[in-house]
T-cell receptor
């Protein structure tokens, strides 16, 4: 079983919809949680960073972490065609020096 | 643009050959990470260097090696290449020595696409 599980999709939604992307993990030592966005043939771009449990909002993006359930989410409000990309969750523990990534979810926003 | 640069963008080579991938971190970043991305394995951590010293190792094959130079750029050497080594190789950097940005926030370069024929 992988340390981080993420549904690879693909996920296709109409423009303006609220998108929910999720990851589950098994390592209770994970404390730092990130979401990356990767456009086709590009490098991953850091989107959101959260430490421990709670919510963090940045514009149309909200990241949630529920450590008790070992579950993290990324919500995208008022989705735009430009949000079409692969979204990767990543996480790590104190002092681990490496990120552990989910498989990535391919998202398409249809105009 | 993350500020991390990688060369070359594309590399096509034959089995058994050796290649070198180059990475320049963001200005001021002291730590460099190498990752491999393949369709079946996703993004996998290979190795990390901090200010010239190896700090962490992941699933890096013995045929692969890396180093970080005094000017903080890094090279990933892949030798005795096999078909299965075809993948995207990403470099990431973190830990701004001037501002103390935490190492968890890693910024990725555009990657090198390696095709082994």
């Amino acid at each position: 079983q992988k340390e981080v599980e993420q549904d690879p999709g693909p996920l296709s939604v109409p423009e303006g919809a609220i998108v929910s992307l999720n990851c589950t993990y098994s390592n209770s030592a994970f404390q730092y949680f990130m979401w990356y966005r990767q456009y086709s043939r590009k490098g991953p771009e850091l989107l959101m960073y959260t430490y421990s449990s709670g919510n963090k909002e940045d514009g149309r993006f909200t990241a949630q972490v529920d450590k008790s359930s070992k579950y993290i989410s990324l919500f995208i409000r008022d989705s735009q065609p430009s949000d079409s990309a692969t979204y990767l969750c990543a996480m790590t523990s104190q002092g681990a020096q490496k990120l552990v990534f989910g498989q990535g979810t391919r998202l398409t926003i249809n105009p | 643009d993350s500020g991390v640069t990688q060369t070359p963008k594309h590399l096509i080579t034959a089995t058994g050959q050796r290649v070198t991938l180059r990475c320049s971190p963001r200005s001021g970043d002291l730590s460099v990470y190498w990752y491999q991305q393949s369709l079946d394995q996703g993004l996998q951590f290979l190795i990390q260097y901090y200010n010239g010293e190896e700090r962490a190792k992941g699933n890096i094959l013995e045929r692969f090696s890396a180093q970080q130079f005094p000017d903080l750029h890094s090279e990933l050497n892949l030798s005795s290449l096999e078909l299965g080594d075809s993948a995207l190789y990403f470099c990431a950097s973190s830990v701004d020595g001037r501002t103390g940005t935490s190492w968890e926030t890693q910024y990725f370069g555009p990657g090198t696409r390696l095709l082994v024929l």
